[in-house]
């Protein structure tokens, strides 16, 4: 049997996952100021999973990577689902 996708498929479901929490408490403390780190998470989990032999490894640091990217998006919307009321809004936070 091969369970390979099946690994994959279970990390895609839990990176995903974390990075529900990441963005919203990234948000509330930080602020959408924290894109970069985002950014730069990415693209080097990215180019990481380029030069990996082991394809499960690779593929789940590719999904890491492409999360981390696609959560900039995220932490964007999270910031107007705060201005909705949607979402608590920091009270500490400056801007």
Known sequence: MNFEGLIIGLASFAIIGAFHPIVIKGEYYIGKKIWPAFLVAGLL??????LLQNIVLSAIIAITGFSS????HELF?????VERGWFPRNPNKRG
């Open 45 to 50: 989990l990215i180019a990481a999973s380029a």
């Open 69 to 72: 990217l696609w959560s900039i």
């Open 77 to 81: 919307e999270q910031e107007q689902r």
